[in-house]
């Protein structure tokens, strides 16, 4: 049976399986690696070193295994959509780049921070591992906004400027990132803490909230005009019924996350982390409402995710292994938080 662009069986299906495990894996990845980016983001509110202790040590089980998404995102469009790796990143390289060394500096002051000698060399390092964050966050934003106004390609190659990344909405995009890592920040400590730690947890998280929604329609409302086919998705009909739904749950959502916000929290249960799953549920939808756009572009305007694909017998393959791998990445992610659940203090750490 013939199916889209002229393309038949696994020739179709395969790009389509593919495309779907490398999106879940960089939400995965924005979503796990956004809350602990976020701990740093907020390390300039926390004035007590006890409080910033207690907010890292409630990420220092997960952080480093959340990274593994950005690898296996990375990874995957290499191997299995080569023509878009190869166009999209000497286009990002600047951004990517950044973001790359920030989070290796990130990641050495989280280390390094525990082992400071004194006062004075530990707040070093937690401001270290805040520019870090702030840094990953801002670039990870601007690579997205780069990436969804257009890439300009001749024939099979990037052809545009070495700054072509750097424009109003890229940094508009990485701005709304920052936020939205401060909010998922927030609402982790809202879940994972209690005391003064948590009422200033919950004081960031209605902050953060705000700028989040603020950035969400802002964002929301550039996007129909940057590529004809956003307008189509999203300006004219059947299309628009088709995404209207989007935007009523993103306010189902924002109602309810703020309801959630208001209950009496710090005492555990659901009504810490409600909040934070809240949260991740405006995300997934902001994401929805991404991919509704781009659909089924992979370089926008240039290539869809059938062009960029590598050839079936090699995705196939891929297939087989990474039907192996995520299932093992998910059991252990999902018993390492399991293992380190409940509050975190300075006391007695997790329990």
Same mark, same amino acid.
Request: with cysteine; aromatic share 16%; glycine share 10%.
């Given at each position: ?17 593919? !495309? ?8 995965? @990845?924005?979503?796990m690696?956004g809350?602990?980016?976020? +701990? ?22 997960v ?19 080569p023509? !878009? @790796? ?6 990002? @390289? ?25 006062d ?16 990953? &966050?801002?670039?990870?934003?601007i690579?997205?906004?780069?990436f969804?106004?257009? +890439?300009?390609?001749?024939g099979? &190659? ?16 990485g701005l ?38 603020a ?5 929301? &409302?550039?996007?129909?005009f ?10 004219s ?17 924002v109602?309810?996350f703020?309801?959630?916000?208001s209950?009496d ?14 949260a ?20 926008p305007?240039?290539?869809? +995710? ?22 093992? +990445? ?9 293992l ?10 997790y329990?």
């Open positions: 049976m013939e199916l889209a662009n002229g393309l038949t069986g696994w020739a179709f299906w395969l790009p389509l399986i593919w !495309a779907v495990l490398i999106a879940l894996a960089v939400f995965f @990845y924005v979503c690696d809350f602990d980016l976020g +701990i740093g983001i907020l390390f300039p509110f926390m004035r007590e070193k006890a409080e910033r202790d207690v907010a890292v040590n409630s990420v220092a089980p952080w480093d295994g959340n990274e593994t998404w950005l690898v296996l995102g990375g990874g995957g469009l290499l191997a299995v959509f023509l !878009a @790796y190869a166009v999209v990143l000497p286009a990002l @390289y600047m951004p990517l780049i950044i973001m790359l060394l920030a989070l290796i500096f990130r990641g050495v002051a989280f280390e390094m921070r525990f082992r400071a000698e004194n004075g060399q530990q707040r070093w390092w937690d401001r270290s591992f805040s520019w870090g964050s702030m840094v990953a &966050a801002f670039t990870q934003g690579a997205l906004g780069a969804v106004q257009g +890439i300009q390609v001749q099979r &190659a990037y052809a545009g400027g070495w700054w072509d990344w750097l424009t109003p909405f890229s940094i508009l995009t709304a990132l920052v936020i939205g890592y401060g909010l998922l920040g927030a609402c982790w400590l809202l879940w994972k803490t209690e005391g003064a730690l948590h009422r200033r947890a919950a004081g960031l998280a209605w902050t953060f909230a705000v700028g989040t929604v950035a969400i329609v802002l964002v929301s &409302a550039i996007m129909p940057l590529q004809p086919a956003f307008a189509a998705r999203w300006l009909f059947p299309n628009l019924l088709y995404a209207l739904p989007v935007p009523v749950l993103v306010a189902v959502f109602w309810r703020f309801h959630a916000l209950q929290t710090g005492r555990g249960g659901m009504a810490d982390v409600r909040p934070f799953l809240l991740l549920g405006l995300f997934a939808l902001a994401y929805v409402g991404l991919g509704l756009s781009m659909w089924p572009m992979i370089v305007p240039a290539f869809d +995710i059938w062009q960029a694909a590598a050839p079936p017998a090699s995705q196939g393959f891929l297939l087989v292994g990474a039907a192996v791998l995520i299932p093992i +990445i998910l059991a252990y992610t999902g018993y390492v938080y399991w380190f659940r409940g509050k975190v203090t300075s006391e007695t750490g329990h």
